[in-house]
C-alpha cells in the first residue's frame, strides 16, 4: 500500500514523501492518527503540484536575494555607523549585527534580516569593515560597513 505522509514519521520517511508500507500498518496506525494519507491519483497530483508551486516560490526567493546582493554590494553603499570613543580611540562597547541591520534600512532602505549578518565578532574598533551577510543558503552578499567617531 501506497501512502503520502503528512508528518514525518520515525524510521518511515519525511512529511511530503511517498512509502510503501504494509496494508495493516497504512489503514490501522498511519491513515488512523493522521500521519499519513492513501496515495490514489487525486493525492499524488495535488502533491506534486504543491511541490512545484514551492519550487516556484523558492526560486522567486533567491531571484529577491540576488537583487538584493547587488543593492548591497554596489560601490555606493557603505554603511556609516557614528560610535562614541575614547580619548585612545578606543570604541565604548561593540557595533552588534542589530546595529548594522538598522544603519542600512535607514541609510539605503534595504531590509536585512540581524539573524542573517554573519559577525565573528561584534566590531570594537573604528575603521572599514567588510561584514558578510547570508540572504539565502546559495546566495552570500558582503555590506561595506565603516565605523566612524561620532
Known amino acids: 500500500m501506497k501512502v503520502i505522509l ?10 511530503g514523501q511517498v512509502i510503501e508500507v504494509s496494508e495493516g500498518y497504512g489503514r490501522n496506525y498511519l ?27 523558492e526560486a522567486e526567493e533567491v531571484e529577491e536575494a540576488k537583487k538584493i546582493k547587488k543593492q548591497i554590494e554596489a560601490e555606493a553603499t557603505v554603511v556609516t555607523i557614528p560610535a562614541k570613543t575614547g580619548d585612545d580611540g ?16 535607514k541609510q539605503y532602505g534595504i531590509n536585512v534580516d540581524k539573524r542573517k549578518i554573519q559577525l565573528s565578532e ?25 565605523v566612524v567617531e561620532a
Open 6 to 15: 503528512l508528518k514525518d514519521v520515525k524510521k518511515q520517511g519525511k512529511k
Open 31 to 57: 491513515v488512523k492518527n493522521n500521519l499519513a494519507r492513501i496515495a490514489d491519483s487525486g493525492a499524488l497530483n495535488a502533491l506534486k503540484s504543491k511541490e512545484k508551486a514551492l519550487a516556484r516560490q
Open 90 to 105: 578606543r570604541l565604548f562597547g561593540t557595533i552588534p549585527s542589530k546595529q548594522i541591520a538598522e544603519e542600512l534600512e
Open 122 to 146: 561584534n566590531l570594537a574598533s573604528l575603521g572599514h569593515f567588510n561584514v558578510e551577510v547570508k540572504l539565502k543558503p546559495e546566495v552570500h552578499a558582503r555590506i561595506k560597513v565603516h
